[in-house]
């Protein structure tokens, strides 16, 4: 939760009403606005999502990692199971 002065408080509260929409609605898009001109996603989602690009690369970056345990799932899974 954010705290915020009673000035700021207060004039959310007067443009919400010039408006007629709710302080969170008008502090949200005047936060909204500013970080788009800022160049700040406002999207987590969008901003979360990878191109096919990207996904390959991660995948050779981790097909590059140095192997830790030379079994095979099986012989794995099988010390598993065997706990």
């Known amino acids: 939760m954010l705290t915020l002065s009673q000035e700021t408080e ?3 509260a007067r443009l919400a009403a010039a408006q007629r929409r709710s302080v969170d609605d008008v502090v949200r898009q005047a936060l909204e606005a500013h970080a788009r001109a800022t160049g700040v996603p406002t999207d987590l989602r969008q901003r979360r999502r990878m191109t096919a690009e990207q996904m390959t690369a991660l ?3 981790i097909a590059a ?3 830790l ?3 095979t799932p ?3 899974m099988d010390d598993v199971n065997a706990l």
């Open 10 to 12: 207060a004039l959310a």
């Open 59 to 61: 995948g050779a970056e």
């Open 65 to 67: 990692l140095p192997l």
């Open 69 to 71: 345990d030379p079994r």
């Open 74 to 76: 099986n012989e794995i």
